[in-house]
């Protein structure tokens, strides 16, 4: 039977249409994707996991930018070289704080290096701050959610100890004396970061908080710099602790180098924590919301016993030990000494405290927008000359 003039010209179009499909499927992969059912089944599984709170790399709302756009004033960011990530505990209501502190890290060093970043809370993150977040970089982002055993006032702490605890610290007019949150937090940043699942696959981290700011362009790679000279823990602030949040700490911790000797190093920092070879402690320690440092380190055998032994006194509660003197104790006492870095070109600001690189020719190298008269380095409150004696 002969197809009328109309049919034909339908069934041409038909044709063609079809065979324009397959070309297309083989030769374009977005247009394959977008037509096949399994394209169509990812698009859905993305739309399903926007919403949750495991590992979500970026936010899905912000596409990277194309290769040729990325990497800031210089080019095409690098692959990184260093198996590190930047870390930042924050609470939701952080957000413009973390942005802040996100703009300036990529600013004077992120952009030329893409290194990844992990964002800790122990509460669900809010789709706002995964946004807010994800703009500022392409490099790969994380949120992940901290388990309650990680974070938590443990069941077998004294309750009405840790009450009367807090109760006596406000009196004394501390910082912080009354939060539960505050104690959580520097037990968390104590013992159980780097046991995070998203921290697990990395070795080095940076720490970084929100309201920080970074005053110089960084002319190298930190954490190659690290693993380069064999260092474990870096700092750009030392400072003096206050006493009345630690009455008990250092005769624990002197309880546990009697109980360990072998895990203390022969030829370690103890001059920068002691004035008398060890038998008090003078309060100096690194300022931890900043540190760069081997996760390895926290997450091997001496550390693990002594952070479980400094944890079963309960004096993250019942006093206010702070992750700063406990991190700082540890890689004193632990490490040969020359295992600690100071990173001097790492101009660096927590209101109130700051450091900016003293000698001009690195202030200049580094185009740092700090006052060097304002650098914490050598002031009254500052433990750099007991780091430096240890040298000499
Ligand atoms: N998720 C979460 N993060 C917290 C909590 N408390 C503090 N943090 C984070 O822990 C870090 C240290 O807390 P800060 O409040 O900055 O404590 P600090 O640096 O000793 O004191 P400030 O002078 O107030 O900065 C920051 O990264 C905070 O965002 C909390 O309850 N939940
Ligand atoms: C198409 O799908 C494949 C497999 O799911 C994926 O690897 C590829 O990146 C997708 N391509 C585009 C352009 O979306
Ligand atoms: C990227 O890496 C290459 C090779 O390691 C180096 O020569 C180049 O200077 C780097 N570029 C930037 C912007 O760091
Ligand atoms: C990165 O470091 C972690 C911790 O040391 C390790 O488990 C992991 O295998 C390392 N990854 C690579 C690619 O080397
Ligand atoms: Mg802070």
Not at 142 to 166: C, H, L, M, S, Y
Not at 289 to 306: C, H, L, P, Q, S
Request: aromatic content about 16%; proline content about 6%.
């Amino acid at each position: 039977m002969a197809l009328n003039k109309p049919t034909r010209y339908i069934l041409l179009a038909l044709g063609i249409l079809i065979s324009l499909h397959f070309i297309l499927s083989a030769t374009h992969e977005p247009y394959s994707n977008a037509t096949s059912f399994s394209g169509l089944t990812a698009a859905w599984r993305q739309e399903m996991t926007k919403y949750t709170d495991t590992a979500v790399p970026a936010h899905p709302d912000i596409p990277p930018l194309p290769k040729w756009a990325t990497g800031g004033v210089s080019g095409v960011a690098n692959t990184t070289r260093a198996n590190a990530t930047l870390v930042m505990l924050a609470r939701n209501s952080d957000v413009n704080g973390a942005v802040q502190s996100i703009r300036s890290i990529e600013d004077r060093f992120n952009r030329e290096y893409g290194y990844p970043y992990v964002f800790l809370n122990e509460e669900p993150w809010e789709d706002n701050f995964k946004k807010r977040i994800s703009v500022l970089t392409n490099a790969p982002i994380e949120f992940g959610v901290i388990p309650r055993d990680a974070w938590f006032q443990p069941d077998w702490i004294d309750e009405e100890k840790a009450t009367e605890g807090r109760k006596k610290m406000e009196e004394q007019g501390i910082i912080y004396a009354g939060s539960v949150s505050y104690r959580n937090m520097c037990r968390f940043n104590s013992g159980f970061f780097f046991k995070h699942d998203l921290l697990l696959k990395y070795k080095w981290y940076w720490r970084i908080e929100p309201d920080v700011k970074f005053h110089c362009t960084l002319p190298f790679d930190p954490f190659v710099y690290m693993e380069e000279q064999n260092k474990v823990y870096a700092f750009t602030i030392a400072l003096y602790e206050w006493s009345a949040t630690i009455p008990t700490l250092w005769d624990t911790v002197k309880k546990f180098m009697k109980e360990y000797p072998q895990y203390v190093a022969s030829d370690n920092a103890m001059g920068f924590l002691s004035d008398n070879s060890g038998d008090g402690f003078n309060m100096c320690h690194f300022w931890s919301n900043f540190e760069i440092a081997d996760m390895d380190f926290w997450r091997g055998e001496v550390y693990t016993k002594f952070f479980e032994y400094l944890d079963k006194t309960g004096g993250f509660y019942y006093e206010r030990w702070g992750d700063a003197p406990v991190h700082s104790i540890a890689a004193a006492l632990f490490l040969p000494k020359t295992k600690i870095h100071f990173f001097n070109e790492i101009g660096y600001e927590h209101p109130p405290n700051q450091h900016c690189p003293k000698d001009d020719s690195v202030w200049r190298k580094g185009m740092c927008s700090c006052d060097q008269e304002k650098t914490h380095d050598y002031g009254p409150y500052s433990c750099q000359a007991q780091w430096d004696r240890i040298f000499h």
